[in-house]
């Protein structure tokens, strides 16, 4: 009884020491490269459990490939315009490549180290094609942030992968700060940029209420011609009116129409403190004598 027991535990424990000796398991995420009598065999994949030599035959690498994210030192940079700029940069990154990892880097130190150099490096040649107003402004169409941040991708990611058997995700600028010597400069610039904000503000508010004084200028003339047409055409049809009622009235009495245009016509001449010496038998002052 003891000895079947005794038998048991030892068919186990020779068990688990095979299992870890000719075997591993590989996680989700994580790659890993099989050595053999030092010199890289095998590249691993596949999630699960993998058997190799024991050590020293063979030396398993196991590598997490997931996702990582560093963020640089600050770095002082020149710009075009020679203003210094003080950039921090974020990078995303991942192995991409265990065996050229394994050989170039070996270590996530070394790694992060390696990517620190190439992309100072690239920040010092990029911002040199740039102004300070392309990261700072308050114009929106100066500001240039997305296509530096491309440009330091671009020229880090082939270097990244080919050399380190990295792979660089993304990257981008993180923070962004001024020697002292400079924020007077960036100031003034900001102060400057508002100007010409304000200045074509107040053109574009100058034209407007000139635009908006010539229309109601020409409202104005508009309806004054149009009240002019509608005076004339009133007067005219009170003209016309008065025309038909004397011509009626010269119809249906021509000696009383004769005697109230004579009338019309001695009240329009005489005056209060008028003398006239005239012959009382002529028109219109021939209804005075009752000729």
Same mark, same amino acid.
């Given at each position: 009884?003891? !000895?079947?027991? +005794?038998?048991?535990?030892?068919?186990?424990?020779?068990?688990?020491?095979?299992?870890?000796? !000719?075997?591993?398991?590989?996680?989700?995420?994580?790659? %890993?490269?099989?050595?053999?009598?030092?010199?890289?065999? +095998?590249?691993?994949?596949?999630?699960?459990?993998?058997?190799?030599?024991?050590?020293?035959?063979?030396?398993?690498?196991?590598?997490?490939?997931?996702?990582?994210?560093?963020?640089?030192?600050?770095?002082?940079?020149?710009?075009?315009?020679?203003?210094?700029?003080?950039? $921090?940069?974020?990078?995303?990154?991942?192995?991409?490549?265990?065996?050229?990892?394994?050989?170039?880097?070996?270590?996530?130190?070394? %790694?992060?180290?390696?990517?620190?150099?190439?992309?100072?490096?690239?920040?010092?040649?990029?911002?040199?094609?740039?102004?300070?107003?392309? $990261?700072?402004?308050?114009?929106?169409?100066?500001?240039?942030?997305?296509?530096?941040?491309?440009?330091?991708?671009?020229?880090?990611?082939?270097?990244?992968?080919?050399?380190?058997?990295?792979?660089?995700?993304?990257?981008?600028?993180?923070?962004?700060?001024?020697?002292?010597?400079?924020?007077?400069?960036?100031?003034?610039?900001?102060?400057?940029?508002?100007?010409?904000?304000? %200045?074509?503000?107040?053109?574009?508010? +100058?034209?407007?209420?000139?635009?908006? $004084?010539?229309?109601?200028?020409?409202?104005?003339?508009?309806?004054?011609?149009?009240?002019?047409?509608?005076?004339?055409?009133?007067?005219?049809?009170?003209?016309?009116?008065?025309?038909?009622?004397?011509?009626?009235?010269?119809?249906?009495?021509?000696?009383?129409?004769?005697?109230?245009?004579?009338?019309?016509?001695?009240?329009?001449?005489?005056?209060?403190?008028?003398?006239?010496? $005239?012959?009382?038998?002529?028109?219109? !002052?021939?209804?005075?004598?009752?000729?």
């Amino acid at each position: 009884m003891h !000895f079947a027991l +005794r038998l048991t535990l030892a068919i186990m424990l020779l068990g688990l020491i095979s299992y870890a000796m !000719f075997s591993f398991p590989l996680s989700e995420g994580h790659k %890993a490269i099989v050595a053999h009598l030092g010199k890289p065999e +095998r590249v691993l994949e596949t999630p699960g459990l993998h058997f190799k030599w024991p050590w020293p035959i063979d030396k398993v690498y196991s590598l997490d490939c997931r996702k990582r994210v560093y963020n640089t030192k600050f770095t002082q940079t020149m710009t075009k315009d020679k203003k210094s700029v003080i950039l $921090l940069t974020y990078i995303v990154w991942k192995i991409d490549n265990p065996l050229v990892f394994i050989q170039s880097v070996a270590t996530i130190d070394n %790694a992060t180290e390696k990517i620190e150099g190439l992309v100072s490096s690239s920040k010092n040649n990029v911002l040199g094609n740039y102004e300070l107003r392309n $990261l700072v402004s308050t114009v929106p169409e100066q500001l240039k942030l997305q296509e530096i941040e491309a440009g330091i991708f671009d020229s880090v990611v082939e270097k990244a992968k080919s050399a380190f058997g990295i792979e660089i995700v993304s990257l981008g600028i993180k923070r962004l700060a001024y020697p002292e010597n400079n924020v007077l400069a960036i100031f003034n610039q900001m102060h400057a940029e508002r100007g010409q904000y304000a %200045a074509k503000y107040r053109a574009e508010g +100058r034209m407007e209420a000139s635009a908006i $004084l010539s229309e109601t200028d020409l409202e104005i003339a508009k309806l004054s011609a149009d009240a002019v047409r509608k005076a004339a055409e009133i007067k005219g049809n009170a003209d016309k009116i008065a025309a038909e009622i004397y011509a009626d009235a010269h119809k249906q009495g021509r000696e009383f129409y004769k005697f109230t245009r004579s009338l019309e016509a001695l009240e329009k001449i005489v005056d209060n403190n008028a003398v006239f010496v $005239l012959r009382s038998d002529q028109p219109p !002052f021939n209804v005075l004598s009752g000729e």
